[in-house]
């Protein structure tokens, strides 16, 4: 095995000298990660992915109890709303993309609530029957929206329940409304009642129950993720994956080099045996892409503020099966490839298609089902995964990492198999 | 006692007959010149002897033992100097020599008192220390020389080692295996400049089309044509050629123009020759041509190859 450590000494060597192929491993992604990071930063940041639903509200009523529901529209945080006078200035507004979903109170609004009647409200086919239509309340939206639209119309009609049910009550029913607060004032004092008996007995402390207590050591745990960043805890993993995968070309070039310089043939020739040629050869390249995984890592948080989650020891293992997935697949590209035109042709193709199913360009999370269970076929996904688990879960299912790490494990064994196999056609 | 023993070596690709039934061997201390046109099976012959091809069928000795059942230790005994330049253009010659020494086992002080040796013998001492890639094409052939004799090799496969490089150069490496067969390594010298292979070998093994067309020693070979007859005849006809067919070889006609070569037969005396040489006079007398010139040709090695392999062009 020492003819092996002497080819990796060798092909370290031989590395170190091409600095400006070690700088573009590394500075390449870093470009990238800032590129994406500032441009696409919008698109993935956490507070983004609350995105609020843009909603215009025409209130043809103008009365008190329209009023009433526009206020309690207004209060959810999911909405940003906008009150227009007509319903013409607030179609062509959505129709220029300001607005999302639009709300249309009728005129006719407090005159049909004030026409229901008590059983109304629970009747199916009562004055209610047809929900807002039966109340002039019409929501409209574009195709795109239709999901949102379905999402505002039984808000809104929720919301126009709960402010037209009291005046119903008052109005139908006072004395059962009178009844209805009786008991639960009553409800109340029963409930202070045994929470004195409890602190009398000495048992207060022990009053909250085990969850409580639970939730709220959780609640003093401070996230190691920084969420105003969270755009980089995705992009810097994704596109660490992406180009830890183009050590493959390196390596396959590297591997094509060998063979054309001949030295290839006089490593055969020496007493060095084929395994201890592959590993030789295989080392440098693994040492190269691991550092090179750290480094951008380490780069991610001094530029980025990027976390590296609440064990960052756990990335290692994840690192290097990573990247022994990779310098696997190098070999295999190196052993199927005749010329440096086909490496960069194989490697390319590999490399992009790979990253594109697995999530690496996009987020898995971004993909339809499908397509996310297609990308399970590349290493990189597998690697995303336990990513994704370490650097933006607060509670990492490490069981999901160790299952990650052992289908990259599986992958380079493949990878390798098919790779010493060919080997002795390079 | 023969160092090398090729014994009916056969290699086939796919239908195609690499080598038929070879057979050759090498002494300790011999240089023999492995000859042959380009396809003709030197290459697949050197590399199952180097262990990069296994053979279909014979069997390769060294030193008695067979090469395909103990690889591994006589790969050491082994020293190949490949055609192409198969040194790293990256690292520098001493580094070079250094980690394909390590590969053979040398390490520290003996590692490095070899590769000192190896730089002084073909003269790279001063330039050890520059990346390949800066040396000259000569320099590279023997740093390239160099690494394939660095492990002490009993036997010693040089495939066209001065490809390329100037008169110095090749005449420094001319050198160099001259000595290391003084040191009694055999060598195996495979090159296309026939007066290097008169310059350095006894014996010589001509090959093509993957069977040996001749073996032997080099004296021998070239002394059974010596001495041909070559002439110029002018009045040339079909009907002169079909009476003069037995007698000469026709090099070339042109128009009525002939070249003609009267060969002495291997074995044959000089009274023979000039025998048939008065016949083959009288035979253009009477057809009433004209012999223009007449002189005699030495056959030399270059000749000896063309005559057994042909004239026709090779990929």
């Known amino acids: ?426 | 006692m023969s160092l090398l023993e090729v014994e009916h070596l056969h290699k086939k690709y796919g239908d195609f007959v690499a080598l038929h039934d070879l057979s050759f061997e090498v002494i300790a201390g011999e240089v023999l010149g492995l000859l042959g046109p380009n396809g003709a099976g030197k290459s697949t012959a050197m590399m199952i002897l180097a262990g990069l091809r296994t053979s279909d069928g014979g069997v390769v000795r060294i030193s008695g033992e067979r090469l395909d059942q103990n690889p591994d230790k006589l790969k050491r005994m082994m020293g190949v100097v490949p055609q192409e330049l198969a040194i790293y253009p990256d690292l520098t010659g001493r580094e070079n020599l250094m980690f394909f020494g390590s590969l053979y086992g040398y390490t520290g002080s003996r590692l490095k008192g070899r590769v000192e040796e190896c730089l002084n013998v073909v003269g790279l001492a001063e330039f050890a220390d520059q990346h390949t890639a800066t040396y000259s094409g000569g320099m590279k052939r023997r740093l390239n020389f160099s690494v394939g004799i660095l492990h002490e090799p009993e036997l010693v496969v040089l495939d066209e080692p001065t490809v390329g490089v100037d008169p110095q150069s090749r005449n420094h490496l001319i050198e160099c295996v001259r000595k290391l067969a003084q040191k009694g390594v055999a060598v195996i010298y495979c090159s296309h400049y026939m007066e290097e292979i008169e310059s350095l070998c006894r014996r010589v093994a001509i090959i093509d089309h993957g069977k040996l067309l001749a073996y032997g020693a080099l004296e021998d070979l070239l002394d059974g044509s010596r001495l041909d007859l070559e002439m110029r005849v002018r009045g040339w006809s079909v009907e002169l050629g079909s009476k003069l067919e037995k007698l000469v070889k026709v090099t070339s006609v042109e128009g009525v123009d002939a070249h003609l070569i009267v060969p002495r037969v291997a074995g044959e005396g000089r009274s023979n020759l000039t025998n048939r040489l008065a016949q083959v006079l009288d035979v253009i007398r009477a057809a009433q041509a004209e012999v223009q010139t007449i002189q005699t040709k030495e056959h030399n090695l270059e000749r000896l190859f063309l005559e057994m392999t042909g004239r026709k062009l090779r990929d």
């Open chain 1, 1 to 426: 095995m020492w003819d092996a450590w002497y080819i990796t000494l060798k092909d370290l060597r031989l590395l170190w000298r091409d600095q400006r192929t070690l700088a573009i491993l590394l500075l390449l992604p870093l470009i990238f990660i800032t590129i994406l990071g500032t441009s696409t930063g919008q698109l993935f940041a956490l507070k983004e992915k609350a995105k609020k639903i843009k909603v215009g509200i025409v209130n043809a009523d103008q009365r008190e109890l329209s009023a009433l529901i526009l206020t309690e529209v207004e209060l959810v945080d999911a909405l940003a709303v906008e009150e227009f006078p007509d319903m013409e200035a607030a179609r062509k507004k959505m129709e220029q993309g300001e607005f999302d979903v639009t709300v249309y109170i009728g005129p006719e609004y407090t005159d049909r609530v004030e026409a229901l009647r008590l059983g109304d409200l629970l009747a199916k086919k009562g004055l209610l029957k047809d929900e807002l239509t039966s109340l002039d309340v019409k929501v409209e939206s574009s195709a795109y929206w239709a999901t949102a639209k379905q999402v505002v119309e039984k808000l809104v009609f929720g919301f126009a329940y709960k402010t037209f049910v009291p005046q119903i009550l008052r109005r139908d029913k006072a004395k059962l409304a009178l009844e209805l607060k009786r008991e639960a004032n009553k409800i109340d004092e029963e409930y202070d009642a045994a929470e004195a008996a409890a602190a009398a007995a000495g048992t207060a402390d022990t009053a909250k129950t085990e969850l409580q207590q639970i939730a709220d050591r959780i609640g003093e745990q401070k996230s190691p993720i920084n969420e105003s960043n969270f755009v980089y805890q995705i992009i810097v993993p994704s596109y660490t994956v992406m180009f830890v995968f183009f050590i493959v070309m390196l390596m396959a070039r590297s591997m094509i080099e060998e063979r054309d310089l001949g030295t290839l043939n006089r490593l055969r020739m020496s007493p060095a045996t084929q395994a201890a040629t592959i590993i030789g050869k295989t080392v440098p390249f693994l040492l190269v892409s691991v550092i090179q995984t750290i480094l951008l890592f380490i780069a991610g948080r001094v530029f980025f503020s990027m976390s590296w989650g609440v064990q960052p020891w756990v990335l290692l293992p994840v690192i290097v099966c990573t990247s022994m997935s990779a310098v696997g697949l190098g070999l295999l590209v190196a052993t199927t490839a005749r010329t440096d035109a086909q490496v960069s042709a194989y490697g390319n193709f590999l490399v992009l298609t790979m990253a594109g199913l697995s999530g690496c360009m996009m987020p898995r999370q971004w993909q339809p089902p499908l397509m996310q269970k297609l990308g399970l076929v590349t290493p990189h996904a597998w690697s995303l995964i336990a990513y994704d688990q370490l650097l933006t879960k607060q509670y990492p299912d490490f069981q999901q990492v160790a299952q990650s790490c052992g289908m990259l494990l599986a992958f380079a064994a493949v990878f390798f198999a098919l790779g010493w196999w060919r080997f002795r056609s390079l």
